[in-house]
């Protein structure tokens, strides 16, 4: 093969073969490419970055997408221009790298926060059990001095209704949270049920609880503990659980107006207010099971229940206070231990059910804590059996955490102010956090 030759070259070079294609081209000044006709002009690599003005090498640089700087006499320029105007979209690329990793990590960060608020109110909840399992002990203690020094009467103040309300709202708020998975709470509501079954048993030894509804509740609550123990040992068949809730339900909705009639006629001692409102339960299921009720009523016994639990919560106290306002000597007979361990215990469990955005638990837990806790020692207040020192000091310290609760809730859901997360709450569109 022929050494090319080359134009206003000096002397003749030669190549060593391989080093151009089959019919190598000539070289002209300027790095342009003389070709046999029939092939693609190619470039020099020597000359690779000089402008070319052919009309071949401007087809060969039009299919490169670099027409544009074969056709400008400034081809190095333009293409170096071109180099520096792409840097500026790869700084860009970086920056949004850099961006989103920074929001990345607020997210992340965000997220930790959040985790951390979620540990400590399951943390809140499971120290709850500790006030609630010592809660009646105070008060079994002084029932027992009073009847071993046979000062019966000194019980007459305890009322049975609204104790008796208060565990089956244990029992079914216990079926309640046990299909959440809140084990904690599962806990303390059968702490709250044995506690407030012995302290009952004292009540029926002194006479002031009829033996017509003692001994059908006694049945209730041996069976529903059973049963519940089984549940949590998961020896207890699914299908026997779903009945046992549906009886439960029944049983809470005789408990209602129950409950509400002696609140307000302690003397009464009818149950037609129990035989009504389970007729109206049995009357539920009945429609419900032969599909007569519309479609927004169907499927609704579990909320059912945990409403009825959260309104004999809510009645629980209500008995008491009437006795306690009506007649402030007699609340001697009951222990102000027990009423602030109650408080304690309700007011530790506000966070988790705010945070979880559960309406039924934060109703129970709040009014508890406010009506069965604060408004019962502001009637020992007045009554003189408690120092308003220490009323004010426990006031502050219940409403200020409330304050905290709010402020910290608000801050974790990014809420524009605390009481959003009160708003988000009551919505019926309110988010609920699995739990």
């Given at each position: 093969m022929a050494a090319p030759k080359i134009s206003n070259a000096s002397a003749?070079?030669?190549?060593?073969?391989?080093?151009?294609?089959?019919?190598?081209p000539v070289v002209a000044r300027g790095g342009n490419i003389k070709s046999p006709q029939g092939l693609t002009p190619r470039r020099s690599p020597r000359f690779a970055n000089r402008p070319s003005n052919t009309p071949q090498a401007s087809s060969h640089l039009t299919a490169m997408g670099l027409d544009k700087a074969a056709q400008s006499p400034g081809m190095r320029k333009s293409s170096l221009s071109g180099r520096h105007s792409a840097a500026p979209q790869v700084g860009k690329h970086r920056l949004k790298t850099n961006v989103s990793r920074h929001v990345s990590d607020e997210q992340q960060a965000s997220q930790q926060t959040s985790i951390t608020w979620d540990t400590l109110t399951v943390t809140m909840?499971?120290?709850?059990?500790?006030?609630?399992l010592f809660l009646l002990v105070p008060q079994v203690y002084k029932n027992a001095l009073q009847l071993m020094a046979g000062n019966s009467k000194a019980?007459?103040?305890?009322?049975?209704?609204?104790?008796?309300?208060?565990?089956?709202?244990?029992?079914?708020?216990?079926?309640?949270?046990?299909?959440?998975?809140?084990?904690?709470?599962?806990?303390?509501?059968i702490i709250g049920v044995t506690s407030t079954a012995v302290l009952l048993v004292q009540v029926f030894i002194a006479g002031f609880f009829p033996a017509h509804f003692f001994w059908p509740i006694a049945a209730i609550i041996t069976v529903g503990v059973a049963l519940g123990l089984f549940k949590m040992a998961n020896a207890l068949d699914d299908r026997v659980w779903k009945v046992w809730?549906?009886?439960?339900?029944?049983?809470?909705?005789a408990m209602l107006p129950q409950t509400l009639c002696m609140?307000?006629?302690?003397?009464?001692?009818?149950?037609?207010?129990?035989?009504?409102?389970?007729?109206?339960?049995?009357?539920?299921?009945?429609?419900?099971?032969?599909?007569?009720?519309?479609?927004?009523?169907?499927?609704?016994r579990p909320r059912i229940s945990a409403w009825t639990a959260t309104l004999l919560f809510m009645l629980m106290p209500l008995p008491q206070l009437a006795n306690n306002f009506s007649n402030p000597a007699s609340v001697h007979g009951l222990s102000v231990l027990s009423i602030v361990l109650g408080m304690?215990?309700?007011?530790?469990?506000?966070?988790?059910?705010?945070?979880?955005?559960?309406?039924?638990?934060?109703?129970?837990?709040?009014?508890?804590?406010?009506?069965?806790?604060?408004?019962?020692?502001?009637?020992?207040?007045?009554a003189g059996a408690l120092s308003p020192v220490l009323f004010w000091t426990v006031t502050l310290v219940y409403f200020g955490f409330l304050s905290y609760v709010l402020s910290r809730d608000s801050r974790e859901h990014e809420l524009a102010r605390p009481l959003k997360s009160l708003g988000e709450l009551f919505s019926p569109s309110a988010p609920k956090l699995a739990v």
């Open positions: 003749n070079l030669t190549q060593p073969s391989g080093m151009f294609e089959p019919c190598s909840t499971s120290l709850s059990t500790v006030p609630f019980l007459a103040i305890i009322s049975w209704a609204g104790y008796t309300s208060g565990m089956i709202a244990n029992l079914l708020l216990f079926s309640y949270f046990a299909s959440k998975g809140e084990g904690s709470a599962t806990f303390v509501q809730q549906a009886v439960l339900g029944l049983i809470g909705l609140a307000f006629v302690p003397t009464t001692t009818s149950a037609m207010p129990a035989l009504t409102g389970a007729l109206l339960g049995v009357s539920y299921v009945a429609l419900e099971e032969f599909r007569l009720l519309p479609a927004q009523l169907l499927g609704l304690i215990g309700n007011t530790l469990m506000i966070p988790r059910a705010l945070f979880t955005r559960d309406l039924v638990w934060f109703v129970g837990c709040s009014w508890g804590a406010t009506l069965m806790g604060w408004a019962q020692l502001l009637s020992f207040t007045i």
